[in-house]
């Protein structure tokens, strides 16, 4: 069976600062990874995924990660976050039916 | 460059209603997927479509979930008999295929009284 797990449900982070988000998947066969962000009462945005190749992934507004196959994860990164970075992450792993993560929430302070 | 679309963005029911949520996808977009999201957790997948054929409908929680694709573009989720439990917001996604990048709508939020 296929799963997901984000062990963090709330991280704080000040704006500038370095944001990692931590993701371990479960999965028969090579995965396919993806990280959405959802802002409140808006729905899922694609910020990156990872199919096969290169194990670091580049997606929009500045985030990568990288599927690491001996640990399980695919964390996802940030060198500097903003303000407009604050929303709910979601890590997903599939090929049609996707599962997700209970996500991590992420707050910005000034 | 329409995204996916859904209507109504909000909808509040009486218990033991049938409510009708639609999806719009992406032209063009071969495959179709229903999830449920309850306040506070992840999606879940209900059910998934390519073209007009509903290929995997194991998530759906019971009988009273229909969802259909007649002519392979728009999709309807029905909900008969509607229960508190129900309450959610209901997201479709589409992608140009089974395995490829699914594409998320804003989602229909469903509170059932």
């Known amino acids: 069976a296929q799963s997901v797990t984000q062990p963090d449900i709330h991280i704080t982070v000040s704006e500038g600062a370095s944001l990692e988000l931590r993701c371990n998947y479960s999965?028969?066969?090579?995965?396919?990874l993806f990280w959405y962000v959802q802002s409140p009462g808006q729905g899922l945005q694609l910020l990156l995924k990872?199919?096969?190749?290169?194990?670091l992934v580049q997606g929009i507004k500045g985030f990568e990660a990288e599927f690491k196959r001996s640990q399980s994860s695919f964390n996802l990164r940030k060198p500097s976050v903003h303000w407009s970075d604050a929303a709910e992450y979601f890590c997903?792993?599939?090929?049609?039916?996707?599962?997700f993560g209970a996500g991590t929430t992420v707050t910005v302070r000034a | 460059g329409a995204g996916v679309s859904q209507s109504p963005r909000y909808k509040v029911a009486k218990r033991g209603q049938d409510v009708a949520l639609r999806c719009d996808p992406i032209s063009g977009h071969v495959s179709l997927f229903w999830y449920q999201q309850a306040l506070g957790q992840g999606p879940e997948f209900l059910t998934y479509?390519?073209?007009?054929?509903?290929?995997?409908k194991s998530g759906l929680p019971s009988d009273r979930f229909f969802a259909e694709r007649p002519e392979g573009s728009v999709s309807t989720l029905k909900i008969q008999r509607t229960q508190q439990e129900d309450s959610a917001v209901y997201l479709c996604?589409?992608?140009?295929?089974?395995?490829?990048?699914?594409?998320f709508g804003p989602g229909t939020r469903l509170t059932v009284l």
């Open positions: 479509f390519q073209n007009e054929a509903q290929l995997d």
């Open positions: 996604a589409s992608s140009l295929a089974g395995g490829d990048t699914q594409y």
């Open positions: 997903a792993v599939g090929r049609y039916k996707l599962s």
């Open positions: 990872y199919f096969s190749g290169d194990t």
């Open positions: 999965y028969g066969a090579t995965p396919y």
